[in-house]
């Protein structure tokens, strides 16, 4: 049985770096490392998400009337279909990085920067989308009231349609003031004043017998009785939100102290504001990492052109970049199973 024998060429070489785990050199497996930790950054967000969901799973928004608008075509119902929109061409973004990899394994230098260009575009059209669809989240479409106790109610017609508050406000004389910190007690501060006062969400309701208050407490098919039956088959979807009677309506907006238009950290109008908060915080941490991919994937695609890495005879950067890119795709792909569609 022979020995082995380790020379002093040999230690140098394992300790300075000179090894290649599984024929992956230094800067492909540091890349690894980074997807590794920040999968698992993305994973604890997510896991938050699913348990606050769980927690409050009776007023979380419904995201298809959330997430219901298509660029140019307003007041049409569409939902999720921009959002499947910006996930194919992110999907599809990966794949153009698969062939500009797959170029550069064959020193093709024009297809690279053909491919990576095309993945660039993708990028940037993905982070256009994501911007847009933050700002119809923040602005707001309907309109709701929010109670004492940090309920939202929405407004709906007898056919369980969505009715906006400038559809029935009514013009109540109502003298509103900005609170500034000169102006108040401890220079406290506060946010842009709402389109409408209480005043005259309420006293418009009480004029259009035809409205009714929606809560954000959500019930399934298998509760409704047979007095909603009617109600149930003109919103036409297997969750729905408590439509209150007039009776109950009117009584329940006693109890209404702000006017909430859109989304913020605050206040949401669609529902539970934690749905918000997690919606800013996970869209826009995955929007950043967008961000940093398209400069990135902009800096190689410069080096491609000006021909650095034909002179290197490799485009293994090509290759390290796309790495980050496809765990940039693959995390949307579980932020919008989770997000959007579960």
Excluded: C
Aim: net charge neutral.
């Amino acid at each position: 049985m022979g020995a082995t024998v380790t020379t002093a060429n040999s230690e140098a070489k394992t300790w300075g770096g000179g090894n290649e785990p599984m024929g992956a050199n230094y800067g492909k497996l540091m890349m690894w490392f980074f997807i590794m930790s920040d999968a698992l950054t993305f994973s604890g967000f997510l896991a938050a998400y699913g348990f606050s969901r769980y927690k409050f799973v009776e007023t979380w928004p419904l995201a298809d009337e959330v997430f219901n608008h298509f660029p140019f075509m307003h007041g049409v119902e569409a939902p999720m279909y921009y959002v499947a929109l910006m996930t194919f061409i992110l999907i599809f973004s990966s794949v153009t990085m698969v062939l500009a990899v797959d170029a550069g394994h064959h020193m093709k230098k024009q297809k690279v920067a053909v491919y990576m260009f095309l993945t660039i575009i993708g990028g940037g059209i993905f982070l256009g989308s994501q911007a847009w669809e933050w700002k119809n989240f923040i602005k707001g479409e309907y309109g709701a009231v929010e109670t004492k106790g940090g309920s939202i109610l929405q407004f709906v017609n007898t056919k369980g349609e969505r009715v906006a508050l400038a559809d029935f406000a009514a013009n109540v004389p109502v003298e509103r003031e900005q609170l500034e910190r000169s102006k108040a007690t401890w220079f406290m501060s506060e946010s842009s004043l709402p389109t409408y006062s209480v005043e005259q969400i309420v006293e418009g309701f009480k004029a259009n017998p035809d409205l009714l208050v929606r809560t954000e407490t959500i019930f399934h098919d298998n509760e409704i009785t047979k007095k909603d039956a009617k109600l149930d088959k003109a919103l036409n979807k297997n969750k729905h939100k408590t439509v209150l009677t007039r009776e109950a309506s009117l009584e329940r907006l006693k109890e209404v102290h702000y006017v909430v238009e859109g989304a913020n950290l605050v206040r949401n109008e669609y529902g539970q504001k934690l749905f918000a908060n997690f919606f800013f915080f996970i869209t826009g941490f995955h929007g950043f990492h967008v961000f940093s991919g398209v400069l990135i994937n902009i800096l190689i695609f410069l080096n491609v052109v000006l021909g650095t890495y034909e002179k290197r005879k490799n485009y293994e950067m090509v290759e390290k970049v796309g790495l980050y890119w496809h765990f940039v795709d693959l995390v949307w792909v579980f932020v919008f199973t989770f997000f959007y569609l579960v």
